[in-house]
């Protein structure tokens, strides 16, 4: 599936915009600049495909399946069929995420699109959750009707759920995901054939569905959701008897979720600034040459100075150490030992360097970065998070 396929979904595609251009720039006959829906889905996916590779997100989606699908009643098959349809689905999150552009009311307000006729079926200019409702529809008949294996079904139910989240809160942050499913659980509301009517995502589903936007089947009705509410509920609690998920499957859920909104987020705002200045981003901004920022920061004079210590006193006697007056000594030692334990157990995952106020643990910190993205190159990036600027305002914090 790539972006090609909204010539399937969408009735005219190209009459609805994504973007315009701000009115002071104008094309060569003075008209107002677009970009449209099927062109801004293009860069979404081709940035979303670029951080895919770059961030090495295979492996990620493995270590997060190893550890999600532990279950031994689960056969190895199917697992690795499931991964296959888990990765397609997946790719689709850029492909559906600004589908709910096609609402009228968008199109007419914030696009000034001459070409769309008011609905008055629409309410709102909003699109994410269109969107997302687009998507829960078409993956839930993917999975529920032309998967085969009850258990890969099973294993693949909830993620839907999950993504097509994501896509609701691509413009937004990541708020609780109750909230969205109590927006498309039928069950939780009146019974009533009337109560279900008036329903906001009844009217939206029927909104969409006579204007003939949307090609495909909006199968979400009462009772096409049920399964999937009730594979997440399932699920998400954690059982002293094994019978659902772990804590630490719950974990790593959580990171699943925001590190596929990040991704969304991110690929959504290179697009957009692709179109908005006209040119394309060719590297993600990583640390792409670690050697050429290392030079950098080792030609420092503080550095110059450490070095010097670890080639000529390193590591000084217990005795003498007791001795030293000098604070400075101090700060050579921490950073050199801690260096060497850093060479030494680089292959662990998280470190603690713990010293008191003053001693170096933040240059200590930054060339320790420098030195597992060295030794380990699957490092990519140094995130430098500070609570406080000064100790100062800390102290009046407390």
């Keep these: 599936m790539d972006y090609k396929i909204l010539n399937e979904l969408i009735d005219n595609v190209d009459k609805y915009k994504a973007h315009k251009k701000p009115k002071n720039e104008k094309d060569e006959k003075g ?54 349809i888990l990765k397609e689905i997946i790719e689709a999150i850029p492909i559906f995420h600004d589908l709910g552009k096609i609402n009228p009311n968008f199109q007419i307000e914030k696009m000034v699109n001459k070409e769309i006729v008011r609905d008055e079926n629409f309410i709102e200019t909003k699109h994410s959750f269109i969107s997302a409702i687009i998507y829960l529809s078409y993956f839930r008949n993917k999975i529920v009707n032309k998967v085969k294996g009850r258990k890969i079904k099973d294993l693949l139910k909830e993620f839907i759920l999950y993504h097509a989240y994501i896509i609701e809160r691509h413009h937004s942050d990541i708020d609780k995901i109750g909230k969205f499913i109590g927006k498309i659980n039928f069950k939780a509301n009146p019974d009533t054939e009337q109560a279900i009517k008036e329903l906001p995502i009844s009217k939206l589903i029927e909104a969409i569905t006579k204007s003939k936007i949307y090609m495909k089947d909006l199968s979400l009705k009462k009772g096409s959701t049920d399964n999937l509410i009730a594979s997440f509920e399932d699920k998400k609690f954690i059982n002293k008897n094994d019978k659902r998920r772990s804590e ?56 110059k100075n450490i070095r010097k210590y670890q080639n000529e006193n390193y590591p000084m006697s217990m005795e003498n150490l007791n001795k030293a007056t000098n604070i400075n000594i101090l700060r050579s030692e921490i950073f050199c030992e801690a260096e060497e334990q850093i060479k030494n157990n680089y292959q662990e995952n998280m470190f603690y360097l713990e010293a008191p106020t003053g001693s170096g643990k933040s240059n200590t910190a930054m060339n320790l970065s420098f030195k597992l993205m060295s030794l380990n190159k699957d490092l990519c990036k140094i995130f430098w998070i500070y609570p406080f600027n000064h100790t100062e305002q800390e102290v009046s914090y407390l």
């Design 31 to 84: 008209e107002q600049i677009y970009e449209t829906l099927l062109e801004h889905t293009k860069r979404t996916e081709k940035y979303f495909n670029k951080f895919w590779q770059s961030k090495k997100c295979d492996d990620i989606l493995d270590r997060f399946c190893s550890v999600l699908w532990q279950d031994k009643m689960i056969k190895k098959k199917d697992i690795e069929e499931a991964k296959i």
């Design 248 to 303: 630490k499957q719950g974990i790593y859920i959580c990171i699943y979720i925001r590190w596929l909104y990040s991704l969304l987020v991110a690929s959504d705002y290179y697009a957009t600034s692709e179109f908005m200045n006209g040119g394309s981003f060719n590297e993600v901004d990583d640390l792409n040459n670690i050697q050429d920022w290392i030079n950098v920061y080792e030609n420092t004079d503080l550095m």
